[in-house]
Nanobody, 126 residues
Framework: QVHLVESGGGPVETGDSLTLSCVVS????????MGWFRQIPGQERAVVAS????????YYDDSVKGRFAISRDNAKSTVYLRMNSLKPEDTAVYYC???????????????????WGQGTQVTVSP
């Protein structure tokens, strides 16, 4: 059975940093492109960042470019999202997702992802 378990969310203040982790089990991790998405109530889930299977390629949404960093440790089957200089507009539920044999171009499309975590709430106060 496949599990993606996010952790590291919580309440923070503007300008703070957080690191989200997503531990994956039940699949061959290095065959999956990984993505972080977020969802604000009333809005669609949107890509935040993604990383290729080997970790040599990354994508960032313009809203987080320069502030967030995605990384992965294939030996630990874990993907991370380091979030710096957090803003109130970063408040959302953050989800990690896995896409089998995904590419950089398909990694931005939530419909192409096969497996999803349960999400972790990040709340940034002014």
């Amino acid at each position: 059975q496949v599990h993606l378990v996010e952790s590291g969310g919580g309440p923070v203040e503007t300008g703070d940093s957080l690191t989200l982790s997503c531990v994956v089990s039940g699949l061959t991790f290095d065959r999956y492109t990984m993505g972080w998405f977020r969802q604000i109530p009333g809005q669609e889930r949107a890509v935040v960042a993604s990383i290729t299977r080997s970790g040599d390629g990354t994508y960032y949404d313009d809203s987080v470019k320069g502030r967030f960093a995605i990384s992965r440790d294939n030996a630990k089957s874990t993907v991370y999202l380091r979030m710096n200089s957090l803003k109130p507009e970063d408040t959302a539920v953050y989800y990690c997702a896995a896409q089998f044999l995904g590419t950089m171009s398909t990694s931005r499309d939530s419909d192409r992802y096969d497996q999803w975590g349960q999400g972790t709430q990040v709340t940034v106060s002014p």
